[in-house]
C-alpha cells in the first residue's frame, strides 16, 4: 500500500502497537535544556532510574541565559539555579552538555542541525515546541511535556496516537524576495492559527524543493504555530549535501548507506493525504502579522483588517482582542505602523543565512533614532562564521546591537524583554500577548523586513526598500 | 499521579479562544526546578494589575467572588496552544482545577494535562455554548466521570471519549514510565536492530 512519509517513519519507529495500549515509538534523538528538563531529573532520581541511553541525549543551555555575559550568573539568581540544575544533572546523569561558552553552546535547534545531530529518518524530540524545526530534514521531530521528557529519558521511548496527515503544495517558482518566514506565515494565514491541530504536515512542491536547508528550517519550525504535530519535508541531494561532513553526520562507507536509506524517505506517489492544501507560490508578498496570534498575518501592502472582515464569530472576537491589545485600528496601512524594537534572531530565524540577508539590506544604511534593535546568532558557531563574514561590523556600524547567542527576546525569559507599549518586528514565532514583555507588542516578519523595518522606523515592504 | 474517577465541582467559564500557555503560565514564572509553587502564577498578565501579583483584576473572572473555589475550567477552542511548558497543566492543577473542558486543545497541552491527572473534556461547539449561557449567569456544578464517560449537569449527560489506554491511565493513577519499562526487553531488542547511522 503506498504511504505518506509520515507513515514510513512511524512504521520504522514503531516498538509495540498492543491492543487497548497507546503505540510505544523508539526517539532516536532527544535534546534537552535547562527550563523543561530539571523536574524529569528529579523524578528519575525519586524512583531511583537511570538515563536509558545518554549517548542518545544531548544538553544545552538556551532559553534562560544571558545574551551580553557568558557568566552563568548573568541572567539572575533564579536562572543561575536552572542552569547549575541542568549541569549537575548532565554530570550525575552522563549526558553531554554544551553549556556557557562551549564553541557548540546555541539555541537547541539551531545547534542540533549545524552539528549533523538531526538526520533524515530518525525521531526526535525536545522539550519545546519548535521542535518541528528538525523535520526540515525529514525526520520526525515534535515538541513534549516535562512527563514525556522523563518518559524519553527512562525508556528512550514515547506513547504516541497516530496523527492524520496533511499535505501542503506550494507549487510554482516563489517570487523574488520572498523568504521562508513570508511563506510560512502566508500558509499560517491560510490555515489558521489550529487549522492543522492532531496533523502532522509535509511540505512539498517546487518551492520548498528549492529552499535551502535553513530556509527549509524556518518553514517546518513554524509548524506548531498552526496546530500541527510536526512538519516534514522529504531529504534530498539538497540535504545530504547539507549534512555530508557535520560534526556527527556519519562518515565513509556508513555515510553512503545512510543516503541509500534516506533517498526512500518520500511520500509515495500515489499516496493519500487526510487533507490537502495548495497554495501558489506567486500569491505570496512579504507577510507581517498584526493580531495576537500567527494566524492574525496579512501582507506588506495591505491594511490591518477589521472584525466584520471575519464571518466567524471566533475569529471576529478574536480580531476585537487583538486590535485591543496591539492598540491598531482597522484600515490602518500595514507601512502606516511604526516600532521602536526590531529583535533578529530565534530559533526560527537566526542561522548565517539569515543574518547575510538581513546585513545586505542595512549595509551602509542607519538604524532609525526611534529604533532599538538587537541581532541574537543562534548558536556560537553561526555568530563566529558571520563574525568571520564581517556581518557583525556591518550590523554594528548601522546601529544595531551584536549580542551572544541564546533564545533571548523571542520569549523574554531572560534580561532581553520589552516593557508596556514597545512595539516591536520580531523574526521570532509568537506575537502572543505579552510574548516579549508584559504589555509588548510583537509583529512577526522575515530578517529582511525586520532590517528594513529598523531603518525606516516602520513597516516597508523590502523589495521596494531604497532605505532611509 | 492521583487516580481519577468521579468529579463534581464548581465551573469557571474562560470565554476567550485560542488560550495560549504563555497566557496560562508567563514565561517569568519558568524558572523553578519543581513541579509546585506555579498557582499563584495561573493567568498571571489577566489575573493582576501589578507584575508582582498583589493587585488582583476586578473585571477577569477567575477573581469574581462567585467562581472562587471552582474546580472545572469552560474553555473556548484550541485552549493551550503554544509553548510545549508542563508548567501550564502543573499551575492549573495546583490552583486547584481537576478537570478542564473546551471544544478543542492544541495537541501538547491535552497530552501534558493526561499525563498529570488532569482531565480535559472536549464537547462539540453547541454543548460548550449552553454551559458557557449557564455558566456565565450563574455559579454551575457539573459531574465529570469516567466510570460513565459522561459529563453530567441536572439532568443532562454530554458523552465524551478518550482512548482505552488514556482511560486505564487515569483511573489507576499509572506511573506511565514504570509500566513502560515493563517493555524494556522490547526496547533494546529494538535499538540493537537499528542501522548505524541511525
Given at each position: 500500500m503506498p504511504s505518506t512519509l509520515y507513515e514510513k517513519l512511524w512504521q520504522r519507529h514503531l516498538v509495540e502497537d498492543k491492543s487497548g495500549e497507546t503505540p510505544l515509538?523508539?526517539?532516536?534523538?532527544?535534546?534537552?535544556?535547562?527550563?523543561t528538563s530539571p523536574q524529569a531529573f528529579a523524578n528519575l532520581k525519586f524512583h531511583g532510574r537511570k538515563v536509558h541511553c545518554p549517548e542518545r541525549t544531548i544538553a544545552t543551555m538556551d532559553h534562560n541565559i544571558s545574551t551580553r555575559s557568558a557568566d552563568i550568573n548573568a541572567a539572575g539568581e533564579s536562572a543561575a539555579h536552572q542552569l547549575k540544575t541542568l549541569e549537575n544533572n548532565c554530570e550525575e546523569f552522563g549526558v553531554k552538555l554544551y553549556g556557557m561558552g562551549h564553541k557548540n553552546q546555541g539555541i537547541v535547534h539551531v545547534m542540533g542541525p549545524e552539528l549533523g545531530l538531526t538526520l533524515p529518518g530518525q525521531v526526535i524530540v525536545c522539550g519545546d515546541s519548535h521542535t518541528a524545526t528538525h523535520g526540515a530534514f525529514g525526520s520526525l521531530a515534535f515538541?513534549?511535556?516535562?512527563?514525556?521528557?522523563?518518559?524519553?529519558?527512562?525508556?528512550?521511548?514515547?506513547?504516541?496516537?497516530?496523527?492524520?496527515?496533511?499535505?501542503?503544495?506550494?507549487?510554482?517558482?516563489?517570487?523574488?524576495?520572498?523568504?521562508a518566514k513570508d511563506i510560512i506565515l502566508a500558509v499560517i494565514g491560510k490555515v489558521g492559527t489550529a487549522g492543522a491541530t492532531g496533523y502532522v504536515v509535509e511540505y512539498c512542491g517546487e518551492t520548498i524543493r528549492n529552499l535551502s536547508m535553513e530556509e527549509r528550517m524556518t518553514v517546518c519550525n513554524m509548524s506548531i504555530e498552526f496546530g500541527a504535530k510536526a512538519g516534514l519535508i522529504a531529504p534530498d541531494h539538497t540535504t545530504f549535501e547539507y549534512l555530508k561532513g557535520k560534526e556527527f553526520a556519519p562518515k565513509g562507507d556508513t555515510w553512503l548507506q545512510a543516503v541509500n536509506d534516506w533517498q526512500t524517505l518520500t511520500s509515495d506517489e500515489d499516496a493519500e493525504f487526510d487533507t490537502v492544501v495548495t497554495i501558489a507560490a506567486q500569491d505570496i508578498k512579504p507577510q507581517v502579522t498584526w493580531g495576537t496570534n500567527p494566524g492574525q498575518v496579512t501582507?506588506?501592502?495591505?491594511?490591518?483588517?477589521?472584525?466584520?472582515?471575519?464571518?466567524?464569530?471566533?475569529?471576529?472576537?478574536?480580531?476585537?482582542?487583538?486590535?485591543?491589545?496591539?492598540?491598531?485600528?482597522?484600515?490602518?496601512?500595514?507601512?502606516?505602523?511604526?516600532?521602536?524594537?526590531?529583535?533578529?534572531?530565534?530559533?526560527?530565524?537566526?542561522?548565517?543565512?539569515?543574518?547575510?540577508?538581513?546585513?545586505?539590506?542595512?549595509?551602509?544604511?542607519?538604524?532609525?533614532?526611534?529604533?532599538?534593535?538587537?541581532?541574537?546568532?543562534?548558536s556560537y558557531r553561526v555568530k563566529q562564521q558571520a563574525e568571520a563574514e564581517g556581518l557583525d561590523e556591518i550590523f554594528k556600524q548601522a546601529g544595531f546591537e551584536w549580542r551572544l547567542p541564546g533564545c533571548s527576546m523571542c520569549l523574554g525569559m531572560n534580561d532581553d524583554k520589552l516593557v508596556a507599549g514597545d512595539r516591536c518586528a520580531s523574526t521570532s514565532n509568537r506575537n502572543f500577548e505579552g510574548r516579549q514583555g508584559r504589555g509588548s507588542r510583537t509583529h512577526l516578519v522575515s530578517p529582511a523586513m525586520a532590517a528594513a523595518a529598523a531603518i525606516a522606523g516602520h513597516f516597508v515592504d523590502v523589495n521596494q526598500f531604497a532605505g532611509a | 499521579m492521583e487516580k481519577f474517577m468521579t468529579h463534581t465541582g464548581k465551573v469557571v467559564p474562560l470565554d476567550r479562544a485560542n488560550v495560549d500557555t504563555d497566557q496560562i503560565i508567563p514565561k517569568q514564572f519558568l524558572q523553578k526546578t519543581t513541579r509546585t509553587g506555579f498557582a499563584q502564577h495561573l493567568f498571571h498578565d489577566w489575573r493582576f494589575l501589578d507584575d508582582d501579583g498583589l493587585q488582583p483584576d476586578p473585571s477577569f473572572?477567575?477573581?469574581?467572588?462567585?467562581?472562587?473555589?471552582?474546580?472545572?475550567?469552560?474553555?473556548?477552542?484550541?485552549?493551550?496552544?503554544?509553548?510545549?511548558?508542563?508548567?501550564?497543566?502543573?499551575?492549573?492543577?495546583?490552583?486547584?482545577?481537576?478537570?478542564?473542558?473546551?471544544?478543542?486543545?492544541?495537541?501538547?497541552?491535552?497530552?501534558?494535562?493526561?499525563?498529570?491527572?488532569?482531565?480535559?473534556?472536549?464537547?462539540?461547539?453547541?454543548?460548550?455554548?449552553?454551559?458557557?449561557?449557564?455558566?456565565?449567569?450563574?455559579?454551575?456544578?457539573?459531574?465529570?466521570?469516567?466510570?460513565?464517560?459522561?459529563?453530567?449537569?441536572?439532568?443532562?449527560?454530554?458523552?465524551?471519549?478518550?482512548?482505552?489506554?488514556?482511560?486505564?491511565?487515569?483511573?489507576?493513577g499509572i506511573d506511565s514510565v514504570g509500566w513502560t519499562l515493563q517493555s524494556q526487553d522490547k526496547i533494546d531488542q529494538f535499538a540493537a536492530s537499528l542501522p548505524a547511522w541511525q
Open positions: 515509538i523508539f526517539v532516536d534523538r532527544h535534546l534537552i535544556h535547562e527550563v515538541g513534549i511535556g516535562t512527563s514525556e521528557v522523563e518518559h524519553v529519558l527512562a525508556t528512550q521511548t514515547l506513547r504516541q496516537n497516530k496523527a492524520k496527515t496533511m499535505k501542503i503544495d506550494i507549487q510554482g517558482k516563489r517570487p523574488l524576495g520572498i523568504s501582507a506588506i501592502n495591505s491594511v490591518v483588517p477589521s472584525p466584520e472582515d471575519f464571518s466567524d464569530a471566533v475569529e471576529r472576537e478574536s480580531c476585537v482582542n487583538a486590535l485591543k491589545y496591539m492598540d491598531l485600528e482597522p484600515g490602518t496601512k500595514i507601512t502606516d505602523i511604526n516600532i521602536n524594537n526590531v529583535f533578529i534572531g530565534s530559533c526560527t530565524n537566526s542561522r548565517i543565512e539569515d543574518l547575510r540577508i538581513a546585513a545586505s539590506v542595512i549595509k551602509g544604511k542607519t538604524v532609525s533614532k526611534n529604533v532599538t534593535a538587537i541581532v541574537v546568532p543562534g | 473572572i477567575l477573581n469574581e467572588q462567585q467562581y472562587q473555589g471552582a474546580s472545572i475550567l469552560l474553555a473556548r477552542e484550541n485552549f493551550g496552544c503554544g509553548s510545549s511548558r508542563e508548567h501550564a497543566p502543573w499551575a492549573i492543577q495546583e490552583y486547584g482545577f481537576k478537570v478542564v473542558v473546551a471544544p478543542s486543545f492544541a495537541d501538547i497541552f491535552y497530552g501534558n494535562c493526561i499525563n498529570i491527572g488532569v482531565l480535559p473534556i472536549v464537547l462539540n461547539e453547541e454543548a460548550i455554548d449552553e454551559l458557557f449561557d449557564h455558566a456565565l449567569q450563574k455559579p454551575l456544578e457539573l459531574t465529570a466521570s469516567l466510570e460513565t464517560m459522561t459529563l453530567n449537569y441536572g439532568d443532562k449527560s454530554f458523552p465524551f471519549s478518550l482512548t482505552e489506554f488514556q482511560q486505564y491511565c487515569l483511573r489507576n
